[in-house]
């Protein structure tokens, strides 16, 4: 049941902090969307993190994981906010999903072995990637005629194809990698390290390097209705990493699983919120990634 609880407290947060970030990018700009979610998230962490206080026998190893954790987090967190002012929100959810993908990559290179149905996922999810990514112009005429001759074949997909919208998705990729080197870190550190502690080096990134900078030369932005959201999207990034962390240490498999879902959960929200409209070939990218990545987790656990 914990692990249940996890995982889907941990897609619902995360799916809100999409949602959120989302709309103040798109106002205030993704830096400064960046530098109130990192500062706000280190204010609300500066109480609990005097109660737990500092962590005992913390390693020079894990350390320096936290530390890469941190920054590929907040680098990664950057490129998503600039992504979702050009590319939908279904979209950006569904290749940034693809995080544990690449931390399976990572596992391998550092030791572990994969096995063959892991590689023929990674294949499946990387089509599927692709196809979300994708972005096809509409027929020029808008007869049926022209859409069955331009629209199975290669070649009409080549001519349909717009590349500056395509080439805007696929910058979605690197949130996935840093993300991945995330929860790969983050895993790693996590056994060592409080839950409250693992929260800390990207909200302290993201103030000094980012925040100061801003305020430094007076270019932090913020409105009205921006701040409630900046607000939320920082506390629903740490509730649902906390989330999903409680529920993996009951049984993994499931909690991954659960939390994967965070990127139908905010593509469904986006329809009804902003409007956004898939077409139908990336509506079966989305669907292809987040079912090549719920079963990955699943044999993973």
Known sequence: MIAIAGGLGGAVCFAVAALCASSSSREIGAVSTLAWVMTLGLCVLVVPLALVGHPSR??????????????????????????????????????????????????????ATLAASTIVLLAVITIGVVLAAAHLDPPRDGSANSQAKEGPSPAGVMRRLDGAHTRSALLVVPVAVLFGITVYATGRAGAEAPVIWVLLPARLFGTVLITSPLLIRRKLRISRRTFPLVLAGGIAEMVGLVSYTFGARQQLAIAAVLTTQYAAIAAVAAFFLFGERLRRHQILGVVIVVAGVVTLSALRG
Request: charged fraction near 10%.
């Open 58 to 111: 913390l390693s020079g190893d894990a350390v320096a994981l936290l530390c890469i954790a941190g920054l590929s987090n907040v680098v990664g967190l950057h490129l998503e906010y600039v992504a979702f002012r050009r590319v939908a929100v279904g979209i950006v959810t569904a290749v940034a999903s693809t995080e544990g993908m690449v931390a399976v990559v990572l596992s391998s290179l550092f030791g």
